[in-house]
């Protein structure tokens, strides 16, 4: 089975810090993701990376970026939080488009507050 | 990007009812998925279906990619499925904002 991990379920930070949201998978897939939910809105795309230490931006990288150093772990920095950070934070991993199906796996998200 | 648009926004079935949720997309696309939102919050991939028409028990899915919808039928819902439902299209997986399904016992 696919496993996809998140470093914590929740979170509570303070304005201005620096977070670190840390997502492994154990697939050795080549694409990773991340994502933000928020009521109503549905899921949208902050940055992927398709190779390691390679990086695209998403629909929403504005207060974002990532890191991908090894295959399987792709991070997620908030340089200085805002509240309006405040969200569900979702890791996903597929293989790449072709030979294969690029079937996304999500990781169980965290749940960040920022005060 | 890609706009995705699902139908209906929230559905309440009773427990052994049959439904049909239905996503547009706005552009040409060679990938789409069908996923489900637990009440955890996990996400789980239902069906990978770029075009066609897939199985897995009470659930199946049917992709026209040449008119830009797919269909995401439940057969004989029970309580478990409850949850959002979303799809998903185009090489970075833009997401739609999902159908919130509630089924009574």
């Known amino acids: 089975d696919v496993k996809v991990t998140q470093s914590s379920r929740y979170l509570v930070k303070r304005t201005g810090e620096k977070v670190f949201l840390e997502c492994v998978q154990d697939?050795?897939?080549?694409?990773m993701f991340w994502y933000r939910q928020d009521p109503g809105l549905g899921l949208r795309l902050i940055y992927f990376?398709?190779?390691?230490?390679?990086?695209e931006k998403g629909d929403i990288p504005e207060g974002y970026s990532v890191s991908r150093e090894k295959k399987e772990r792709f991070s997620l920095i908030l340089e200085s939080a805002s509240t309006n950070q405040t969200s569900m934070y979702l890791c996903?991993?597929?293989?790449?488009?072709?030979?294969?199906?690029?079937?996304?796996?999500f990781g169980p998200g965290t749940r960040l507050l920022v005060l | 990007g890609i706009q995705v648009e699902q139908s209906p926004p929230d559905l309440i079935l009773q427990e052994g009812a049959n439904s049909t949720l239905r996503c547009n997309f706005s552009?040409?696309?060679?990938?789409l998925q069908w996923f489900h939102q637990n009440p955890w919050g996990q996400l789980i991939n239902l069906f990978y279906?770029?075009?066609g028409t897939k199985q897995n028990g009470r659930l199946s899915a049917t992709t026209v990619a040449t008119e830009r919808y797919s269909l995401l039928y439940i057969s004989s819902s029970q309580t478990t499925d409850s949850g959002v439902y979303f799809c998903?299209?185009?090489?970075?997986?833009?997401f739609g904002t999902g159908t919130s399904l509630t089924v009574i016992p």
């Open positions: 990376s398709y190779d390691v230490k390679m990086k």
């Open positions: 998903a299209v185009g090489n970075q997986f833009y």
């Open positions: 552009d040409s696309v060679n990938n």
């Open positions: 697939m050795d897939h080549e694409n």
């Open positions: 279906i770029p075009s």
């Open positions: 996903a991993s597929s293989f790449l488009a072709g030979e294969v199906e690029e079937t996304q796996y």
